[in-house]
C-alpha cells in the first residue's frame, strides 16, 4: 500500500504528499476553509499528527498544504535513513554537496504557467496565520539570489509580508542573502531573487543549513537526495530555482526602499515589532499546472524542527571537533528548537563539561541555556534531562553564566532592560543577552550505588502481552465478593 519513496526518482512534494496519503497522514479538509486564521487553526490542530491538504482555501483554486514534516521520524523517511541516524547524514550532505544540473527552460514543471500581469493577493491563496499578523505572510518561501560578486547562490526561508499586488516586505537576519543584498544595494543595484513555494522535504531542510556563505544550500538538497537535483532558470533573471517546485515568484529586492513589515507571530511564539524592512518588487510568477500552496504554521512542528535539525547536525559536527566524546545534542521543542540545547557526553575529566558549554555557546548565536548530561540519559526526553539537572546538578559548583553576549533578536526576554516603552532598539543592541550552562554530569568516582541509576531488570524487553492472564473470571469473582 505504502508508496515506494527509495525508488530511485527525485522527491518532490507530490510524491511526498502522496506518500504521506498512503500512510494515512494526509487529512484532507473540506472545500473552503478560510484564509484568514481557519486554515492555520485546522492545521496546529494536526500539527504532530497529519499534514493537511485544503481544496478551494477561501474559495481560491489553488489548494493550500502545510505540516509536511511533523516529526523526526518523518525527516529520516524523507532521508532514507533511521531517525538515529539524521544528524550524521545532514552532516555528510553538508560535507559532500552534490553540484546541480540545469534543465532547459520548457522542461521544467515549474514554468508550466506563466504570469505576467501579477496580482499576488489574487494570485496565491496566501493565508493570514496568527492574532495580531499585519496580514498575509508567505512562510514557506524559498528565497534563492545570487552573491553579486560570485553568482554562488544562497537559499534561505525569509518571511515576507504582502504589501501590494506586486509588493512584498521580508525580514533579513543579517546572514547570507542579507550580505547579498547589502553589497548590491552598496552598488545602486537590485538584488535579483527568486520565493519558491512547494518543494520537499529535503529541499526545505537544505535551505536551513548552517554553512559558509558561498555554499548553495540546493547542492545540499541534491547530497541529500543522493542526485543532482534538477533546476531551471528564471525567466527574468540569472537564479536558478527547483525545477520540480510547484510555484515561482521571480522578482528584485529594491536598492534604497525599505517599507513596514509586522507585526507578525515568530517561532519563539511571540511577534516581531512592525520595522522598515527590505523590500522585493516581483516581476513574474510561474508555476505547475494546478498549483499547490504551501504555508509553514509559525512555531508549529514543522517549523520548529526544520530549524532543528540543520542546528543540530552542524552544532554536534562543531562540538566533536574539540570534544571527540560528545555524543549527541538536541535542541528541545520547550525551548523552541533554537534556545535550549541538551548534550550527551562520555565524561573523561571533571572540568570537561564546562568546555563543553562554552563550545556549544559559540557554536550558533541563538543557543542561550546548555545542559550536558552523561550517557545514560536520552538528550531526546527533556523528563531525563530534568531529572539528570535535579539529581546531578549544584547551582554554586556546576552553573556558568556569561552575560552581555549576542543572543536571538527574537528572544523577548533580552528586551526587558529597556523598558515598557520602548519598541525601537537599535540593531546592535538586539538579542543581547546571557548565557547560562548546567553541567548535570554525575562524578566520575562515586561511593557505592551513589549515582546508579535504578533499574529493574528486564523492564526494557518486556512485552505485558505476554503476561496477560487468558482466563479472569476467578479474578472477577473475587472482585465481586465485597461483603
Ligand atoms: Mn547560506
Redesign the pocket.
Known amino acids: 500500500m505504502a508508496s515506494d519513496l527509495n525508488d530511485g526518482r527525485p522527491l518532490t512534494l507530490r510524491r511526498w504528499l502522496r506518500h504521506l496519503h498512503d500512510t494515512d497522514r494526509l487529512f484532507v479538509a473540506r472545500a473552503g476553509v478560510g484564509l484568514k486564521f481557519e486554515l492555520a487553526a485546522v492545521a496546529k490542530c494536526l500539527d504532530g499528527t497529519k499534514a493537511v491538504f485544503f481544496p478551494g482555501p477561501g474559495g481560491h483554486e489553488i489548494p493550500v498544504v502545510s505540516g509536511l514534516v511533523s516529526n523526526r521520524g518523518w525527516i529520516a523517511e524523507a532521508l532514507g535513513v533511521p531517525a538515529s541516524a539524521v544528524l550524521q547524514r545532514f552532516r555528510e550532505a553538508t560535507e559532500h554537496p552534490v553540484a546541480w544540473s540545469e534543465v532547459d527552460a520548457g522542461a521544467a514543471p515549474c514554468q508550466q504557467v506563466v504570469k505576467k500581469d501579477v496580482d499576488i493577493r489574487a494570485d496565491l491563496p496566501i493565508p493570514t496565520h496568527s492574532e495580531h499578523d499585519s496580514g498575509p505572510y508567505i512562510t514557506a518561501g524559498v528565497v534563492i539570489a545570487r552573491n553579486p560578486v560570485t553568482g554562488i547562490q544562497?537559499?534561505?526561508i525569509n518571511r515576507i509580508q504582502i504589501n501590494s499586488r506586486n509588493r512584498m516586505a521580508a525580514l533579513l537576519l543579517p546572514?547570507?542573502l542579507h550580505a547579498f543584498f547589502a553589497e548590491a544595494e552598496s552598488r545602486g543595484e537590485a538584488l535579483p531573487v527568486a520565493v519558491v513555494v512547494g518543494v520537499d522535504p529535503l529541499v526545505l531542510l537544505a535551505s536551513q543549513?548552517i554553512?559558509p556563505?558561498d555554499?548553495d544550500?540546493l547542492e545540499i538538497a541534491g547530497a541529500l537526495g543522493g542526485a543532482p537535483l534538477s533546476v531551471v532558470k528564471c525567466l527574468t533573471n540569472d537564479v536558478r530555482v527547483p525545477a520540480q517546485a510547484e510555484i515561482v515568484i521571480e522578482g528584485r529586492f529594491l536598492p534604497g526602499v525599505r517599507e513596514s513589515e509586522g507585526p507578525f507571530g515568530e517561532f519563539p511564539k511571540y511577534y516581531s515589532a512592525q520595522e522598515k524592512r527590505e523590500v522585493i518588487q516581483i516581476d513574474l510568477i510561474t508555476h505547475r499546472r494546478n498549483p499547490i500552496y504551501h504555508t509553514i504554521i509559525p512555531s508549529e512542528m514543522e517549523h520548529l524542527l526544520l530549524g532543528a535539525i540543520p542546528r543540530e547536525a552542524t552544532l554536534l559536527s562543531h562540538l566533536q571537533k574539540s570534544f571527540p566524546n560528545v555524543l549527541d545534542v538536541h535542541l528541545s521543542v520547550g525551548g523552541v528548537c533554537r534556545y535550549h540545547l541538551y548534550v550527551k557526553l562520555r565524561k573523561h575529566h571533571e572540568g570537561e563539561p564546562k568546555n563543553v558549554i562554552l563550545g556549544a555557546l559559540s557554536g550558533h548565536y541563538d543557543i542561550k541555556h546548555v545542559v550536558v548530561v552523561d550517557e545514560d540519559v536520552d538528550v531526546h526526553d527533556p523528563r531525563q534531562v530534568e531529572w539528570a539537572v535535579a539529581t546531578r546538578f549544584q547551582a554554586d559548583r556546576d552553573l556558568v553564566v556569561i552575560s552581555g553576549a549576542q543572543g536571538s533578536a527574537l528572544d523577548p526576554s533580552t528586551t526587558k532592560v529597556f523598558g515598557a516603552a520602548e519598541t525601537h532598539i537599535p540593531r546592535q543592541l538586539q538579542g543581547l543577552g546571557a548565557k547560562m550552562g548546567l553541567d548535570a554530569t554525575r562524578p566520575l568516582e562515586y561511593g557505592e550505588y551513589v549515582f546508579t541509576k535504578v533499574i529493574i531488570p528486564g523492564s526494557d524487553r518486556i512485552d505485558v502481552d505476554d503476561f496477560a492472564a487468558s482466563d479472569m473470571s476467578d479474578v472477577i469473582h473475587l472482585l465481586e465478593s465485597d461483603s
Request: glycine share 0%.
Open positions: 544562497n537559499v534561505s546572514r547570507h543549513a554553512t556563505i555554499r544550500e
